[in-house]
């Protein structure tokens, strides 16, 4: 079917080819986000940025990435300022925004917003996070990391760590892994546990799932170590916050028997989860997987915008 | 001939197989409100069924179902099975069949889910899987199984 026009809601609106198609763009793109090659891929376009939530990283690689190729932004700078706050509904704002730009994207604190939005707009709308739910950007620079690192998703064993449960990209994340057959394994504290609902869908999907309560034991066998935050609002108090933050921090002592290969990820911003001694380590992966959030969302813009990636 | 729990009706619609302990769910569906005055609803709770063990047997006069309505009485009542009737006699047999897309029935259990804040959209789910049914919102994804409890 192409990409062209299409809106980007979840990872789950995208088949195995078209992620394959966006991961292979990304490969090509990555010159221009260096910005060793300058593109003009998306002169003349103009895009919408509707961050009516707080975040820089994600609004920023969008920004960077259609600048970087020629495009232009336009954007809803303060939504406390805006007609969001004044009682419009998303509905409305999106159909404006479609008016005016060639594309939208749209990060929001309600889940579904998304969904919504694409309805309103007639031109594409890319999901850059709704609320808990769907941020399907960060799941293709996911495993635009992965497939950087190994040459390929499918066989990967992916260890998950941390708050499996509220972690808004983790879901997401194990789903496109289950498509690739990769094979999961959980590492959470008990509260924190991937929700069973969730992981019923997984399984029924055909997806390899595996629970381990020594972590020790998963990293050494891992070849991926996917760190998400553990937030201190899911804790009674500083001190049960304290014990499961500390358990489940990634330091050289943990990564001491690991696979020389074994990369280690996160979302970014990270707080104690990974010591910074791991940063200068061959293990550490988390900057560079930032990094290829721009490449990853050139490819994808390109491909929505003009149905190519090169 | 079989002994009849209801009185039978001229014309109108059987709803019979319901799994039992659902009627109530059922005329809920139907909108008893929304029925011609003169029409009569009977209801049986609790009736003996060869199929189900027990089951509950709604029959509703001068009336009948939108497929909207039949759907959802898929979704409640699956083992549900539907007949009009005109002048005393089964006229048809309506298939109760769950559809791919379940619209303005139940409601999401996620409260900060976009349909649930003030934006002119109707609830809408995906079937996940069909037995047991499992539903998936549409626009935040959310899992539902307890829809009973939820509906609109
Ligand atoms: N140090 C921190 N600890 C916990 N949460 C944080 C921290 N810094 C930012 N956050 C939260 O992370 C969210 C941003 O997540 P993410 O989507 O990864 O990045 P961005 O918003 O820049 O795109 C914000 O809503 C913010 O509340
Ligand atoms: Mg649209
Ligand atoms: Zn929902």
């Known amino acids: ?58 609004r ?20 406390a300022l805006s007609s969001v706050k004044k009682g419009e509904s ?49 799941t293709l620079l996911d495993l635009a990391t992965m497939q950087e690192a190994f040459g390929t998703l499918s066989g990967l064993r992916v260890v998950l760590l941390g708050d499996l449960r509220y972690g808004r990209t983790v879901h997401s994340l194990a789903h496109a892994l289950a498509v690739f057959g990769a094979e999961l394994v959980l590492a959470s504290p008990p509260s924190l546990q991937l929700p ?60 001491a028997g690991a696979k020389t290969r074994l990369i280690v990820m996160h979302p970014l911003p990270r707080t104690t989860e990974i010591a910074p001694e791991i940063d200068g ?19 994808l813009l390109s491909l929505i915008l003009t149905g190519k990636a090169v | 001939m079989r002994e009849l729990k209801i009185t039978p009706i001229k014309n109108g619609t059987v709803i019979d197989h319901i799994g039992n302990g659902l009627a109530l769910e059922v005329l809920r569906i139907i909108g008893v409100k929304d029925l011609d005055k003169d029409s009569t609803v009977s209801v049986a709770l609790h009736v003996r069924s060869q199929k189900l063990g027990w089951k509950d047997i709604v029959k509703v006069e001068n009336m009948e179902l939108s497929p909207r309505k039949v759907n959802a009485i898929a979704l409640l ?10 002048d005393f006699k089964v006229r048809e047999k309506r298939v109760v069949d769950l559809p791919e897309r379940i619209v303005g029935i139940v409601r999401c259990p996620n409260p900060s889910c976009i349909t649930n804040q003030r934006e002119p959209v109707e609830s809408e789910f995906d079937v996940a899987r069909r037995r047991p049914v499992v539903l998936r919102c549409s626009y935040c994804e959310r899992l539902v199984d307890d829809f009973l409890l939820h509906l609109a």
């Open chain 2, 77 to 86: 009542a699956p083992t549900a099975t539907i007949s009009i009737i005109r």
């Open chain 1, 90 to 138: 998303l509905h409305d704002t999106i159909r404006m925004l479609s008016a005016y730009g060639d594309a939208i994207v749209l990060r929001h604190p309600n889940e579904g917003a998304g969904r919504l939005a694409a309805q309103a707009s007639e031109k594409p709308v890319i999901n850059a996070g709704d609320g808990a739910g769907q941020h399907p950007t960060q």
């Open chain 1, 1 to 58: 079917m192409g990409l062209k026009g299409r809106d980007v809601i979840s990872i789950r609106d995208l088949s195995r080819d078209e992620i394959e198609e966006v991961l292979r763009g990304t490969r090509r793109m990555i010159p221009y986000a260096e910005g060793t090659k300058v593109g003009d891929q998306l002169a003349g376009r103009l895009l919408m940025l509707a961050f009516l939530e707080p975040s820089t990283r994600t």
């Open chain 1, 281 to 299: 380590s061959p293990h550490a992966a988390y900057f560079r997987q930032a990094f290829l959030g721009v490449p990853t969302r050139m490819a």
């Open chain 1, 196 to 255: 069973e609902d969730v992981r019923e869908d997984l399984e029924h999907q055909g997806a390899t799932i595996r629970e381990v309560d020594q972590l020790h034991q998963a990293v050494r066998e891992a070849d991926v170590l996917y760190v998400t935050r553990i937030q201190r609002e899911r804790f009674a108090d500083e001190a049960e916050y304290a014990k499961v933050a500390g358990s489940y921090r990634v330091d050289s002592a943990l990564l």
């Open chain 1, 60 to 79: 920023l690689s969008f920004e960077t990435a259609m600048l970087r190729l020629g495009g232009k932004v336009a954007s809803i700078t303060d939504p």
